[in-house]
């Protein structure tokens, strides 16, 4: 015991470590000591700084480095215990009372959402992708609501609010009761040597038209552009259970209506194509032509090639392809997306709102005050009923069944032969007789177009061989059709040819003095012979 008492602090420290082999004197000093252990290699069990003398702090970077490893360690060996323990809980969970009863709405649902394992690799199990994209959705929804929370960031702008006017369109009565707002802009109608029709696309409204383009030229060509707000739009009514075919009809009354005699032309772009492809499907008779612009193509059409559906869905964004997705399988969920972009009732721009892609023309075309303002008023007016079921309906038509196909529209003549004719028929090179609409189809396709790639409109050539492509290079999905003077006069030469204004009506007054002439002698004629028979009867 009293040996115990008599121990150094050296000694009594190189008990608790072991025997190193390094024996120490009691009068060494501790900057010594610390020497000795670092000589002979130990410099472990020595290191205390007394006085200011010793080995320096690690720095914060090293220690928040160490701190995040150990972290990541103790998460990995967590996550490993809880899997572990759930496997062990879940065997044999299959016989409980809980699983037989969710059994079949699992089975139900995993079936209904099938389709998204087409977006994964084929060697890989779907639930364990499954569970890993879960996993990371939930990590960045937590990093993002983290990210939000700072109160020190510097204050962002808040949207402005949507200006809607007061109602002013002109509207007229169809058939059934509904009522139609149209507009119209160039020659009157009495004047006009072409008319032209014109659907606007989705988040559009009747005061699209041909954006930007001028009444002179309009003038110049004898044209008269009419549109009109698509049902549950602007200020035309709703028609619940629309489709493609009463949209055609909604077409054919309003030319009716407004004087249209003569055939007039439909002008299609982007979402309004599938409106006028149903206008050369149902009432040929009445159309005399079509100017498309990148109309949009059912990605889900059946006669799609593969080939042609994977370049048309890699030019989308994701967001984009998650709306057709909802659009064609949970349509419900769109009203959540569309009352939080353009429902809101708060400005925004196309990419965001759309979920577009744009390219370099299409970016600088938006960023130009007259397309902002053009846009402002074009959305507030589409938006003016606050209804979110126009939109669903118009994104569930667009992904739908069609009621027809695109080959439809020109088909070649099926002929009653018999065997021989058959067989003589498949030697002969004459050409069989097409049916369907077999007027002029243009169509404008911007090959730097993200929005509806060239892959769409190659699509809409082979289905109907008789249509003209123009091809448009570096050219998006706006740059071309909106505010583009050049590009209008070219679009109406090609439709046109050579401008020859409006038509002069001609006098009604001219023919009447002859026509009175011959009148009086007529009668005068009559007069003179009943005179001489009365005078030969004396």
Known sequence: MA?????????????????AGVRLPADVSPAAAANLAAAVGGGGWYEEEE??????????????????????????????GVWDVAVQSLAGAEDSELARRLRRP?????????????????????????????AVAFVALLVLGVGSGDDTATPIEQPKKLYISPPNAKRFEL??????????????????????????????????????????????????????????????????????NSSALDMLHLADALGVVDKFWVVGYSGGGMHAWSALR?????????????????????????????????????????????ARRFPSLLRLFYHRSFLSGKQGQPESWLSLSLGKKDKTLLEAPMFNTFWEKDVAESVRQADAQPFVEEAVMQVSD???????????????QGLFELIMSLFSHAEREWVGFLG??????????????????????????????????????????????????QIFST??????????????TSEAPPETTEESRTTSEEAAEQEQETAGSA
């Not at 009594?12 to 025997?19: I, K, R």
């Not at 038209?209 to 009514?237: M, Q």
Request: hydrophobic residues 35%; proline residues 7%.
């Open 51 to 80: 006085e200011g003398v010793g080995k320096a702090e690690e720095g914060w970077a090293q220690q928040a480095k160490g701190f995040a490893q150990s972290t990541a360690e103790m998460l990995r060996e967590l996550g490993l």
């Open 175 to 244: 058939p059934d009761g509904r009522h139609l707002a149209y507009e119209e802009k160039g020659i009157s109608a009495d004047r006009a040597r072409f008319s032209l029709i014109a659907p606007h696309s989705f988040l559009s409204s009747r005061l699209a038209g041909i954006p930007g383009i001028s009444t002179s030229l309009l003038e110049e060509f004898g044209a008269r552009l009419v549109t009109y707000d698509l049902p549950g739009f602007g200020e035309s009514d709703p028609h619940p259970g629309r489709n493609l």
């Open 440 to 489: 002029p189809i243009h169509i404008w396709q911007g090959m730097d177009d993200r929005v509806v790639p060239p892959s769409s409109t190659e699509f809409a050539r082979r289905m109907v061989p008789g249509a003209t492509v123009h091809k448009l290079l570096d050219e998006g999905h706006f740059s071309y059709f909106c505010f583009c003077d050049e590009c209008h006069r």
């Open 495 to 508: 439709l046109f040819g050579t401008p020859q204004g409006p038509i002069d009506p001609a006098p009604e």
């Open 282 to 326: 149902y009432i040929p008779d009445r159309v005399a032509g079509a100017a498309m612009f990148a109309p949009m193509a059912n990605p889900y059409d059946s006669k799609m090639t593969k080939d042609e559906k994977r370049k048309i869905w890699d030019r989308w964004s994701t967001k984009r392809k998650l709306m057709h997705i909802l």
């Open 402 to 416: 069609w009621g027809f196909s695109l080959s439809d529209i020109q088909m070649q003549k099926k002929e009653d």
């Open 106 to 134: 699992a089975a139900a649902a995993g079936k209904r959402l099938s389709f998204m394992n087409e977006y994964l690799p084929e060697d890989r199990d779907p639930v364990r992708c499954w569970v890993v994209v879960a």
């Open 3 to 19: 040996s115990a008492t008599t121990m150094t602090w050296h000694e009594e420290l190189a008990t608790l470590v072991g025997d």
